[in-house]
């Protein structure tokens, strides 16, 4: 779980496995994040710690807040276009949801009025085998990686979650991810 801890060695490490990772920047210099913002245009915006944060589109209401950047370093990512896909790698098995929402962060999209559905989908072989290759090279033998499709059918990695909330995954889709969990258990 170390690599949660640290988001710009855990994107190194996505980057290493042969995972298009969007262009990020981690600071605490209010022009270095200005600058970053104006060069894409599109920037979303998070903690950089391994504690849960809220995903957020940056705005000129919280850039207004950038001077704070000096007391708490945060990651600014370019935007990418697309759909959001959850995978859960549990042992050499996967199973990806595709999630379909209004928010920036499909997790809280109910905040702002909007909605989030989730439905099984199906991976290229070549992104299923990076999944479980990653989860297993950062020694998780339970993950849930963020991915999004972008327009051209690529596949973005954000993160990897050393304790993802499959049961939600698993409740909206029907994916059996405890079923496999229980397996691996007893498989040992």
Request: charged share 25%; hydrophobic share 40%; glycine share 6%.
């Amino acid at each position: 779980m170390q690599a949660n801890a640290s988001k710009p060695l855990q994107i190194q490490l996505i980057a290493a496995a042969g995972f298009l990772v969007p262009e990020t920047l981690v600071t605490s210099n209010k022009d270095e994040a200005q600058a970053f913002w104006r060069r894409h245009g599109r920037v979303v915006y998070k903690s950089v710690s391994g504690v849960r944060s809220i995903v957020q589109e940056l705005d000129e209401s919280a850039a207004a807040r950038f001077d704070r950047l000096a007391a708490l370093p945060s990651q600014f990512q370019e935007f990418v276009p697309g759909i959001d896909v959850r995978v859960h790698v549990v042992g050499d098995r996967y199973f990806a949801a595709e999630i379909l929402s209004s928010g920036s962060d499909y997790r809280y999209a109910a905040r702002s009025g909007g909605e989030t559905k989730l439905r099984a989908t199906d991976l290229p072989r070549d992104v299923a085998a990076r999944c479980v290759g990653l989860s297993r090279q950062m020694e998780l033998p339970l993950s849930g990686i963020d991915l999004r499709r972008r327009p051209d059918g690529a596949y973005v990695c954000f993160e990897v979650n050393p304790m993802p909330a499959y049961t939600y995954f698993e409740a909206h889709t029907g994916l059996p991810i405890s079923r496999a969990l229980a397996e691996l258990l007893i498989a040992g």
